[in-house]
T-cell receptor, first 119, second 111 residues
């Protein structure tokens, strides 16, 4: 089956530093990838939609200058948390849709997630 | 505001019973509907998807979709303790490339 990888799986950093998270689709091309954030005991919250070759679309309330997204190729999207602070500590998950069987079907493959802890 | 709503639970059922998880959505343009299972500290894993009205069965799982009522459900038969997890309902609209998740229902299956 399709696999989406994320790197790193876990990162601990000091407040004020920037952290880059990579999301890769390993056996299919993804023109779109989604970035989610999940706080403990809460659901996934969509942060932004990453589009290959164009600017990302951010959800309301998500600072695009703080969460930089670059969809460099059809298999790679990166999320950079700039000047991270303790309140940015969270579980960040990416997903990539693989289209097939017509427009009514779309399967989202999730990466394993990156746990960010900002001290 | 597009919304996907689930009862947060926790839902507790005894081992061997049927667990029923419900989800409603507000966007009538939604086209595909997914149920994911998420264990604590892990990313979601797909259980089933459905895009036509009616029932879809896969092993112990049955998804039910009623687009007129904007309602989708997941039934788990012969529930096992290993089914204990948070179940996320997700709704996708192809034209907008928009995928939204419900808050999730926490299910506990007691031995």
């Amino acid at each position: 089956g399709a696999v989406v990888s994320q790197h790193p799986s876990r990162v601990i950093c000091k407040s004020g530093t920037s952290v880059k998270i990579e999301c890769r689709s390993l056996d299919f091309q993804a023109t779109t990838m989604f970035w989610y954030r999940q706080f403990p005991k809460q659901s996934l919250m969509l942060m932004a939609t990453s589009n290959e070759g164009s600017k990302a679309t951010y959800e309301q309330g998500v600072e695009k200058d703080k969460f930089l997204i670059n969809h460099a190729s059809l298999t790679l999207s990166t999320l950079t948390v700039t000047s991270a602070h303790p309140e940015d500590s969270s579980f960040y998950i990416c997903s990539a849709p693989r289209f097939g069987r017509g427009p009514s079907y779309n399967e989202q493959f999730f990466g394993p997630g990156t746990r960010l802890t900002v001290l | 505001q597009k919304e996907v709503e689930q009862n947060s639970g926790p839902l507790s059922v005894p081992e061997g019973a049927i667990a029923s998880l419900n989800c409603t959505y507000s966007d009538r343009g939604s086209q595909s509907f997914f149920w994911y299972r998420q264990y604590s500290g892990k990313s979601p894993e797909l259980i089933m998807f459905i895009y036509s009205n009616g029932d879809k069965e896969d092993g112990r799982f049955t998804a039910q979709l009623n687009k007129a009522s904007q309602y989708v459900s997941l039934l788990i038969r012969d529930s096992q303790p290993s089914d204990s997890a948070t179940y996320l309902c997700a709704v996708y609209q192809y034209n907008n490339n928009d995928m939204r998740f419900g808050a999730g229902t926490r299910l506990t299956v007691k031995p």
